[in-house]
């Protein structure tokens, strides 16, 4: 091996450092734009629990799962989320189906429990997540003035694998996932969403 | 006027669906309000945990390549990299799909990138001017799906070749153009046809098998991919894997590369036949298609490996030397 350098070792030399300088000089400036980790979050108030959560989502049991606000639920008997006012009555005169496909709306009796009448009571409505597909049902229905809206639809982190691109993102026709910065999870704290058509 | 009257009648319905609104009783101290459980999103010490595992990954590879010059070696951190960036990831972040992510902050500076995703992107890159497409061979859980399905790799014809050669880069353009602005087709009601898009994301072969869940489309062609590459290798990697034609142009010239002999040359031959990728040209490897697999060193001579006594390639050496006649 001369100890001279070859045309073909100063070309490569010249590139790599070109190389390295062009890539060093991007990856600062991008870096200086450069945020904490950003997550999809499902904007409430555009949500219009159009079912696409469920579908749209990568995963085959989707990462949208909905979700009951406690303090602004009314607790009420006959909840328009839970059972479906259209169906047909059973013998004591209340609706018998269920809005939920999944009965995923679970409801336990709190307060004092009224034996004469198991109807009469308040419910804390819960939801059992490794039911609930995300469809929004039940978010429909709660909306004023049927019901308090306390039910929403929200992305569960423990089940949201982070991709690159939402898939509920690019068909949400009410552009109401965003891209929000971590941590401080707040539907106002990004710059502006994703910038999609 | 108007705007009063609208102002009045906005407080007026809003106080009409307040009347509306049930509050639970109180009762009395004997229940408290369950606040609803957020799960959090995935630690700070765990996203700093992939980019360690990258850099990791990286300088193993590139130690058990360039080094240590070992295939055994090789074939454990791919089968490591598929479980980890693969399976246990995902898929998701990886440098191909970051392509994407990096034009977007480029083009549009209200996006906001990730510093995990910039490391993604820019690291392997680095490597790559430093030691070739050690990614490729060693970390790619891609790359590693396809090279460990690879039975019996045909050649690919000279012709085709130069033709499909050409594929990463226009894919790469096509990736680029449509993640930074989108094809501007506008449909009747007036919303963008095709706007931006991830393109890589949405037609990645293999992340239907890391979530273990995808639409028919996905699922078709990944399966479409692994069974092509059981007989032609890397398809992904060489015809279509628009990061691989970065890696290419940085591995070009890079520092240090796969050298196939460890001291001399003996012209045999031996180690472009062992090549499953068409990577070895004038009995060295081709820096920009080389993807440092680890293959060709067993087959070379010289590349001593003691089984009962006598190296293994040279037995090899001599057999093929003996079919020509020539002892």
Same mark, same amino acid.
Request: charged share 20%.
């Given at each position: ?56 989502? #990568? ?49 336990? #009796? ?88 | ?7 009045? @009648? ?5 106080? @009409? ?12 101290? !004997?229940? !408290? ?8 999103? &995935? ?25 240590? &010059? ?22 998701? !972040? ?8 990096? !034009? ?5 500076? &209200?996006?906001?990138?990730?510093? *995990? ?10 490597? /790559? %001017? %430093?030691? *070739? ?8 859980? =891609? ?10 790799? $045909? ?11 050409? @594929?990463?880069?226009?894919?790469? /353009? ?18 963008? %046809? ?7 994301? +949405? ?45 290419? %142009? ?5 520092? $240090? ?14 180690? /472009? +036949? ?10 060295? /490897? ?16 010289? =590349?001593? $490996? @003691? ?21």
């Amino acid at each position: 091996m001369s100890e001279t350098t070859t045309r073909r070792q100063f070309i490569d030399r010249t590139c790599r450092v070109i190389g390295l300088t062009a890539l060093g000089g991007a990856a600062g400036l991008l870096a200086r734009r450069a945020s904490a980790h950003a997550v999809f979050q499902v904007d409430p108030v555009k949500c219009t629990a159009c079912d696409l959560c469920r579908t749209s989502c #990568v995963l085959s049991l989707s990462a949208v799962k909905a979700v009951n606000e406690f303090s602004k639920c009314g607790y009420c008997r006959l909840c328009p989320a839970y059972m479906d006012v259209t169906s047909q009555p059973d013998e004591k005169g209340i609706p018998s189906g269920k809005v939920c496909p999944q009965d995923a709306l679970k409801r336990r #009796v709190v307060g004092r429990e009224d034996p004469d009448d198991p109807n009469n009571n308040y419910y804390e409505y819960t939801v059992d997540e490794a039911r609930c597909t995300g469809c929004g049902k039940c978010v429909k229905a709660c909306k004023p003035p049927a019901g308090n809206g306390s039910l929403r639809l929200e992305i569960r982190y423990d089940r949201c694998v982070g991709c690159n691109e939402c898939g509920i993102l690019v068909t949400c026709p009410s552009t109401a996932i965003v891209r929000v910065l971590t941590p401080g999870l707040s539907p106002t704290a990004a710059p502006g969403g994703e910038p999609h058509a | 006027m108007w705007p009063l009257i609208l102002l009045v @009648l906005a407080f007026a319905s809003s106080a @009409l669906l307040a009347q509306y609104q049930r509050k639970p009783p109180d009762f009395g101290g !004997t229940y !408290t309000f369950p606040t609803p459980t957020h799960p959090e999103p &995935r630690a700070s010490v765990e996203r700093a945990l992939d980019m360690v595992m990258l850099g990791a990954g990286l300088g193993l590879g590139a130690y058990l390549i360039l080094k240590r &010059r070992t295939r055994a070696g090789v074939v454990l951190l791919s089968i490591a990299a598929i479980a980890y960036f693969g399976f246990y990831r995902k898929g998701c !972040t990886c440098p191909i799909g970051a392509i994407q992510n990096v !034009t977007l902050a480029l083009v549009d500076p &209200r996006y906001l990138i990730s510093f *995990g995703v910039l490391v993604f992107f820019f690291l392997p890159l680095v490597a /790559a %001017l %430093l030691v *070739g497409r050690v990614f490729c061979g060693a970390v790619c859980p =891609h790359g590693a799906v396809q090279d460990l399905v690879l039975l019996r790799p $045909k050649k690919v014809p000279e012709r085709v070749d130069r033709v499909l050669r050409w @594929l990463p880069y226009v894919y790469l /353009a096509v990736v680029v153009l449509f993640a930074g602005w989108g094809l501007p087709i506008v449909a009747e009601g007036g919303k963008a %046809l095709v706007g931006r898009r991830f393109l890589i994301c +949405e037609w990645d072969p293999f992340i239907g098998l890391f979530r273990i869940t995808g639409s028919f489309h996905m699922l078709a062609i990944g399966a479409g991919f692994i069974v092509a590459g059981m007989f032609y290798g890397r398809p992904y990697c060489r015809w279509l894997c628009p990061y691989g034609a970065l890696l290419s %142009l940085c591995s070009r010239v890079a520092w $240090k590369n796969v050298s196939i002999t460890p001291d001399k040359e003996l012209s045999c031959g031996l180690c /472009a +036949e062992s090549c499953p990728y068409d990577a070895i040209h004038d009995f060295q /490897a081709d820096r920009a298609s080389c993807v440092a697999c680890a293959r060709c060193y067993d087959s070379c001579p010289r =590349h001593v $490996k @003691l089984r009962r006594g006598q190296p293994v390639a040279l037995k090899l050496y001599r057999r093929s030397q003996a079919g020509t006649g020539v002892s």
